[in-house]
């Protein structure tokens, strides 16, 4: 089911695509291309002006860090 989860990660509607890319990152197994698309959407909205982009900016952040 994770291939029909993903593909919430092309619709921009009340930012779905933002919060499947978390729930794929934060919850899910991914392979490396998932995690890719993945984290170019939370980019995507961390290069905004506005609270969200914020947030998004803080957390990729914190996610970069944990992956060392």
Same mark, same amino acid.
């Given at each position: 089911m994770l291939f029909e989860f993903s593909t +919430?990660?092309?619709n921009p509607t009340y =930012? $779905? #695509?933002l919060w !499947?890319?978390?729930? $794929?990152?934060? $919850? *899910?197994?991914?392979s490396p291309m998932?995690? #890719?698309? !993945?984290?170019s959407v939370i980019e995507r909205y961390a290069d905004e002006? #506005?609270?969200?982009? +914020?947030?998004? =900016? *803080?957390? +990729?952040g914190?996610? =970069?860090?944990?992956?060392r």
């Open positions: +919430l990660l092309t =930012r $779905i #695509d !499947a890319a978390h729930h $794929i990152l934060e $919850i *899910m197994s991914y998932l995690e #890719d698309n !993945a984290l002006n #506005d609270f969200t982009a +914020l947030g998004n =900016r *803080m957390w +990729l914190q996610w =970069r860090e944990k992956q």
